[in-house]
């Protein structure tokens, strides 16, 4: 069965340093894979997209790579700040129409 | 509204009451999506609307639980017969015709006592 998997446990960094969040499939094709931000009582707010035939893409402090072999993205925060704390998405999909998968999420905390 | 909204925010209902959440989405966007995440978990997929027809419903848990968007704006989701394990978040999330993303709103809780 189709199987997505992040950090299960929280992740604490240092301000200032990178964070970095793991997603691992299985079982799965994705046309896409997206990276969502969640704080508490809150839904999913949309950060990054990265289609199958890319291997990178950034947005501001963000960039989230896609390994298609290994069947893996990571997604780095440079420069990590207090207000960077949430639960962090990583969701995949078929195509534009379709469902997302997503992951259990992972949470971050940045502290001082 | 800018984004989408979801009402109630929260609803506490005992086991075997009927129960309806309702979603308006973006302005424009015609797919709808509903998805329920429990604690700790990801949102799950639970059905998929283009305009007023479903397109996949794959997601749904059994016949208690059904979804209509009748004039393909507005949806609202509906549980007959409410059981202890229905209790969870309920989302909503729209998408514009072309785009991938999908944009979510703020979800209802939904707790069966």
């Known amino acids: 069965s189709q199987k997505i998997e992040q950090n299960s446990e929280a992740l604490n960094i240092q301000e200032g340093k990178t964070a970095t969040l793991t997603c691992n499939y299985t079982n799965y094709s994705p046309a896409y894979l997206q990276w969502y931000r969640q704080d508490p009582g809150r839904g999913p707010v949309f950060l990054l997209l990265i289609r199958e035939n890319e291997k990178e893409k950034r947005k501001e402090r963000l960039k989230v790579t896609f390994d298609t072999t290994l069947k893996q993205s990571l997604f780095h925060i440079t420069a990590s700040q207090p207000a960077d704390s949430a639960t962090y998405l990583c969701a995949l999909s078929t195509g534009t129409a379709s469902k997302l998968t997503f992951g259990t999420g992972t949470r971050l905390q940045v502290t001082l | 509204g800018a984004g989408v909204s979801q009402t109630p925010s929260n609803k506490v209902t005992e086991k075997g009451k009927y129960v309806e959440l309702r979603c308006d989405p973006i302005s424009g966007h015609t797919a709808l999506y509903w998805y329920r995440q429990s604690l700790g978990q990801g949102p799950e997929f639970l059905i998929y609307?283009?305009?007023?027809?479903?397109?996949?419903d794959s997601g749904l848990p059994n016949d208690r639980f059904f979804a209509v968007r009748p004039e393909g704006s507005v949806s609202t989701l509906k549980i007959q017969r409410t059981e202890r394990g229905d209790s969870a978040v309920y989302l909503c999330?729209?998408?514009?015709?072309?785009?991938?993303?999908?944009?979510f709103g703020p979800g209802t809780r939904l707790l069966v006592l």
């Open positions: 999330a729209s998408r514009r015709t072309g785009e991938e993303t999908q944009y």
């Open positions: 609307f283009q305009g007023t027809g479903a397109a996949d």
